[in-house]
């Protein structure tokens, strides 16, 4: 007999509340561990949902926030790292993170679903900035960013009522990454901007650092549209390029809701945003040199696989 949703919800939440008290996390260290790195409404929790799912994994919620974690307090908000700077004591709580020794039954490990994980899958949208520097150090543990287009992020920060200005104020207190990526948009970013402009800053500054540390490495760029779109395709790509099996049976459940947002099919920005705030946003994308990621339909140009 079919279960009704909401009995189903019902059930989920309460073996969920047992598991995230009681798991046994003995995966293994940082090479059972998945990586998945992307701004925050990018599809994350989605695509971490989705290999979990497949790999009977925990899933490490956000270990990376300062406000929640304690043992990353000590970091900024979106910590940034150049790949050849040393930082002993990030690195041993990545690894704490990466081989599971990380717990927190009220936040990392608030969508934990299973008593006996085989495997650790760490969902991340404060990873972008430091993603080369932790691949480098954990080669082993794959690794994949999720982008989404900038004016979907926007409008789903806008219809939440989230604010980007906790992140562009930690950009802004990082010389290092301001002197490294930023120099030739450091007057944007330093003017008056609407809250709407403060997202498509933040989107572009965690993909424009992020895209070039992913290149000539084993990190896994996918585009949330194309997953949402073309799953027969992006599926088998993602497991062979981590390395990992899945049953078909996936594809049937892809569309299932994730414990954050509901994929839909991205026609909600252009209801949401009105024309002035996206052309606001192609500016910024503009002036970062990343308006070649979409094209003005709003698809994947297929840069990320070039």
């Not at 003017?191 to 424009?208: D, F, G, I, S, Y």
């Not at 992006?234 to 497991?239: A, C, K």
């Not at 062979?240 to 947002?261: C, G, K, N, V, W």
């Not at 990621?293 to 070039?306: F, I, Q």
Request: aromatic content about 8%; proline content about 7%.
């Amino acid at each position: 007999m079919r279960v009704p949703g909401s009995l189903a919800r019902v059930k989920r939440e309460a073996l969920g509340h047992v598991a995230r008290r009681l798991y046994r996390d003995t995966a293994g260290g940082p090479e059972h561990a998945i990586l998945v790195a992307g701004v925050a409404r990018s599809g994350t929790t989605w695509l971490a949902e989705i290999l979990a799912s497949q790999l009977r994994a925990r899933l490490v919620f956000e270990p990376f926030n300062p406000p929640h974690v304690q043992a990353f307090g000590a970091f900024e908000y979106l910590q940034y790292m150049p790949a050849q700077r040393e930082d002993p004591a990030l690195e041993r709580f990545v690894s704490d993170v990466l081989s599971g020794r990380l717990r927190d039954p009220a936040w990392v490990d608030k969508m934990v679903s299973v008593l006996r994980p085989e495997a650790r899958v760490v969902k991340a949208v404060r990873a972008c900035l430091m993603i080369r520097w932790i691949h480098d150090r954990f080669p082993h543990t794959p690794t994949i960013l999720i982008v989404r287009h900038p004016c979907a992020v926007v409008a789903s920060f806008a219809k939440l009522g989230w604010s980007a200005r906790p992140d562009l104020e930690s950009i802004l207190r990082q010389d290092q990454l301001l002197g490294d990526h930023l120099q030739d948009v450091r007057d944007l970013l330093d003017k008056p901007l609407t809250p709407q402009q403060e997202t498509a800053a933040v989107w572009c500054v965690n993909h424009r650092v992020a895209l070039s540390q992913c290149a000539d490495s084993r990190i896994v760029t996918v585009h949330y549209e194309d997953l949402l779109a073309r799953p027969e395709v992006e599926i088998p790509r993602i497991f062979q390029a981590i390395e990992r099996d899945f049953d078909d049976a996936l594809y049937r459940t892809l569309h299932r809701p994730s414990r954050t947002a509901k994929p839909d099919h991205d026609v909600g920005w252009r209801e949401i945003l009105g024309p002035s705030e996206k052309a606001d946003v192609q500016d910024i994308v503009s002036a970062f040199r990343l308006d070649d990621l979409y094209d003005r339909r709003g698809r994947p140009t297929g840069r990320l696989k070039a």
